[in-house]
């Protein structure tokens, strides 16, 4: 069935909520015959840039206002943190807008009006660096809030269970990129990192599914006082080969977006300390803290996994908690970004490899509540670190938010993800 949209546009006069910024004109075109969008033209005035402003969009049918639920996803362009007068402009889509192929509406009007930004609006959440360049430092893209919400970047969600109506989360702030996982070389020849606020959280476990989880006791509270940086996905072959400018191909599960794996930690890590924070011009580049790392895993929820869910079995049947999220009872490592993130916006932080924390391993936790905790000063004798999140081939309390072991890799089940802190 074709698709096909008819309107008579008119505009409504507007102005701002305040004396200073104000929209002075507006003029609705719908681009038929090339395509059925409406563009939608203004002019504004009175702007700064110490105080951005957000166009708000309002839509009717005569004096019948448009139902707004689909409408904030049909529009492209421009409009919030706002930072300079002039002319400006952002399309509706009507099939989007309306959930219709077919759509005639007599008298369709527009309605533009002003707030004030967010104060956090032109805070960078995002940071991609370009792997391409042959020599020097990788250049790097800040990505802030507003572009995120101007649709720069491709989708985004604002609220978490519309990744998937049954997840949860705590966070109040939840801002996803999930045009990610579509994003040209978001995999490998682009490292892209998210930045996660610091905060306060409860870190371990008692109990749970399996019985306890013993490594994940006693349960305390941890605060992070930095905010820090982590990979939106786990660390590809590709990107590893780019960041290190290498030919480094010893994975066992080949593949340019699978994870990397079968090396040591200390190599991995050597690896990043001297070569890739150089080549990132990145000076506290690492892996996470483990503490980090459970913080950014669970994104505000307090659950056996990060989608608000338990990890739930009836005998060895697999689960439908955990499957959406996480790899899983699999033979081999799987390509990233291919399941559901959490409320930061992070993928397959629970399953496919185990991941590598900065922290010497020992068993379970000191007694008491931490600050900015980094783990036991002294080495484990074998050289073991903490590994968290679990892999592809595990079936128990490991594939969990708080499931840990100890491990020195160099073996097919062990990667990593980068982090960074900022010391701001």
Not at 404 to 420: I, K, W
Request: glycine residues 10%; contains cysteine; aromatic residues 12%.
């Amino acid at each position: 069935m074709n698709k096909y949209v008819y309107f008579c546009l008119s505009l409504l006069a507007t102005a701002s909520l305040y004396a200073d910024p104000a929209i002075t004109q507006v003029i609705v075109r719908q681009q038929w015959p090339w395509s059925t969008d409406i563009k939608v033209e203004y002019v504004l005035d009175g702007v700064e840039a110490q105080h951005p402003v957000n166009l708000l969009v309002r839509a009717f049918n005569g004096n019948v206002e448009l139902p707004a639920n689909k409408l904030e996803e049909s529009i492209t362009g421009v409009r919030y943190g706002i930072a300079e007068p002039g002319v400006g402009s952002f399309l509706i889509n009507p099939i989007k807008a309306f959930g219709q192929e077919k759509v005639a509406l007599a008298n369709f009007k527009v309605k533009l009006s002003l707030e004030t930004s967010d104060a956090n609006a032109s805070e960078v959440i995002y940071k991609i660096f370009d792997l391409t360049a042959e020599t020097g430092t990788f250049a790097c893209t800040d990505v802030t809030r507003a572009d995120l919400k101007n649709g720069l970047y491709g989708d985004f969600e604002t609220s978490y269970s519309n990744i998937d109506s049954t997840f949860s989360t705590g966070l109040s702030d939840v801002l996803v990129w999930t045009g990610v996982t579509n994003y040209p070389g978001a995999k490998t020849t682009k490292l892209v990192m998210r930045k996660i606020p610091a905060g306060t959280f409860s870190m371990g476990q008692t109990g749970g599914t399996f019985g306890t989880t013993g490594n994940a006791e006693p349960v305390h509270n941890v605060t992070l006082t930095k905010d820090f940086y982590i990979g939106v996905f786990e660390m590809t072959q590709e990107q590893y080969r780019r960041l290190g400018r290498s030919q480094y191909s010893g994975s066992y599960n080949k593949g340019d977006d699978n994870p990397i794996e079968n090396a040591k930690f200390a190599d991995y890590r050597s690896q990043i300390t001297s070569v890739f924070k150089t080549n990132l011009g990145v000076d506290s580049l690492d892996f996470p803290t483990e503490a980090q790392w459970e913080y950014a895993c669970r994104a505000g929820t307090t659950s056996e996994l990060y989608n608000g869910k338990d990890l739930s079995v009836s005998g060895s049947t697999k689960h439908e908690n955990i499957a959406p999220i996480a790899w899983y009872s699999e033979s081999g490592t799987q390509a990233v970004g291919k399941k559901l993130p959490n409320a930061f916006g992070l993928y397959d932080m629970i399953g496919n490899v185990y991941e590598a924390c900065q922290d010497n391993w020992a068993v379970g936790y000191p007694a008491g509540d931490a600050v900015d905790p980094t783990g036991p000063a002294a080495a484990d004798p074998d050289g073991k670190l903490v590994a968290r999140g679990g892999y592809y081939g595990v079936w128990n309390y490991l594939i969990t938010s708080a499931g840990r072991n100890a491990s020195a890799g160099e073996d097919r089940t062990c990667g990593f993800r980068l982090a960074f802190t900022v010391n701001e």
